[in-house]
């Protein structure tokens, strides 16, 4: 069965430094969209894409955020300047077509780790 | 402000039991509802999704019921397993995509 993918599995960096995420979505999908959740806390929407663009946005997605699809495969999520805060599991989706009824497959996630 | 409530916070049951987890939102506009199956250390698994038109929706043992009136939805789960045990979470959408989750409730089904 096809699934989401995503590397490193675990990433330990220093306040300050850039990170880049990386997630392999379903093949045949169209929608892309990257989730925090803090340990403990409850899982945050970041943000969605679609054809190249992002879709929708929330306002944890600041500045210091940014994500590519920098060819047909893979789907990443940049960290400018990490912040003490930003430790926390990362997750990668994707969908097929973005609709109401549409079903989100999630990856593994990535636990990242601000020192 | 969007916000999802879920209770119970935490429920342990034994093996074989059927229990009923809650989920109060306020997301408006209200376009779909979703529960999510999220083992410790994992990611979310989708179990149904109801879009506002819809009442009720079974996969397997899980039934979703939706009531947009009264902004409430309930998870069922029927003769539960050890394999259920894990964080039920509750997600509101509204207009524009961007959901609204909940806190979830953490599930130990006991033998």
């Known amino acids: 069965e096809p699934e989401v993918t995503q590397t490193p599995s675990h990433q330990v960096t220093q306040m300050g430094q850039e990170v880049i995420l990386r997630c392999v979505p379903i093949?045949?999908?169209?929608?892309f969209y990257w989730y925090r959740q803090i340990l403990g806390q409850k899982v945050e929407f970041l943000v969605s894409?679609?054809?190249?663009?992002?879709?929708?946005k929330s306002e944890i997605f600041d500045d210091q955020f940014s994500v590519e699809r920098p060819d047909g495969s893979n789907f990443t999520l940049k960290i400018r300047s990490t912040k003490l805060e930003d430790s926390a599991m990362y997750f990668c989706?994707?969908?097929?077509?973005?609709?109401?009824?549409?079903?989100?497959?999630f990856g593994p996630g990535t636990r990242l780790t601000v020192l | 402000k969007n916000q999802v409530e879920q209770s119970p916070q935490s429920l342990i049951i034994l093996e074989g039991k059927n229990c009923t987890l809650q989920c109060n939102y306020t997301v408006s506009p209200f376009s779909n509802l979703r529960w999510y199956k999220q083992d410790t250390g994992r990611g979310p698994v989708s179990l149904t999704i109801m879009t506002f038109s819809e009442n009720t929706k079974s996969n397997g043992r899980y039934t979703a019921t939706l009531d947009a009136d009264t902004k409430q939805s309930s998870l069922h789960i029927t003769a539960s397993q050890l394999s259920d045990s894990a964080s039920y979470i509750c997600v509101a959408s509204g207009g524009s995509y961007i959901p609204t989750f909940g806190r979830g409730t953490s599930l130990i089904v006991h033998p």
């Open positions: 093949s045949n999908h169209l929608y």
């Open positions: 894409f679609y054809n190249n663009e992002i879709s929708e």
């Open positions: 989706a994707s969908s097929a077509t973005g609709t109401l009824g549409d079903t989100q497959y």
